[in-house]
């Protein structure tokens, strides 16, 4: 028993190693994930921020518009009143409305392609992040197969021909401690009663030396026999 106690601390001993090691490894791929995902998250935000610089450039031409058109109008009407030198500056006002609604139509195109490469690079990282994490789940089975593989290794005589998964080679193991406990239980059973068989025995030729010895003690001494007092 003291052997399968040793065996077993050995075992657990070099399982936690493999795990210890398995879980650095895993810590490794979880910050990597844990990157993987802050730069989705940034790319989200950028395209966030991007969507609504672009809203914002939309406003300033609408808004530059409606300047505009104010700006006509009061030029209109400034030479309905023959103020044509005023409705020559409100055209001039007019103009820069215009030109700045124009610079801001200019930006819509380069807004909208950086909307695109982002949401592009979104979809590149997004994808790179489910691979990630399925490789991640695909490698974090194998190492557990492989720990427990190895553990069955380090464990197992050389002799001993291992099936292909690490699961059956393990429970085979485990079998074989427990066969050898059940053989060390019935082997102390089996010295429990040849000892008890060997105290009837022990106890039978007692008996038979004690009748054997009065038999002896009649044919030696009748006459002690004779005299002995009756027990009725």
Do not use: C
């Not at 009663?193 to 002896?216: C, I, M, P, T």
């Amino acid at each position: 028993m003291q052997t399968l106690n040793r065996a077993k601390l050995i075992v657990r001993s070099h399982v936690n190693d493999l795990l210890e090691k398995a879980e650095d490894t895993r810590k490794t791929r979880g910050l990597m994930l844990e990157e993987m995902r802050q730069n989705v998250r940034h790319v989200k935000a950028l395209i966030a921020g991007a969507i609504a610089d672009l809203k914002l450039i939309e406003r300033e031409i609408d808004a530059h518009g409606i300047e505009a058109n104010r700006w006509e109008d009061k030029a209109v009407f400034a030479l309905k009143k023959g103020e044509e030198d005023l409705a020559r500056r409100a055209l001039a006002r007019k103009g820069e409305h215009i030109k700045k609604a124009d610079l801001y139509r200019e930006q819509i195109d380069t807004q909208q392609e950086i909307i695109d490469s982002l949401k592009s690079s979104l979809k590149t990282l997004e994808t790179k992040l489910d691979t990630m994490r399925f490789q991640t789940a695909k490698l974090a089975a194998a190492e557990s197969l492989g720990a427990l593989q190895a553990t069955v290794d380090a464990t197992t005589p050389a002799d001993t021909v291992l099936d292909t998964t690490a699961f059956d080679a393990y429970d085979r193991l485990v079998d074989r401690v427990r066969d050898l406990e059940v053989h060390a239980e019935a082997l102390a059973e089996l010295t429990q009663g040849d000892d008890l068989e060997q105290k009837f025995h022990e106890l039978e030729n007692s008996e038979k030396v004690e009748a054997d010895l009065a038999a002896l003690k009649t044919k030696v001494h009748p006459e002690k026999q004779g005299n002995a007092p009756s027990t009725e």
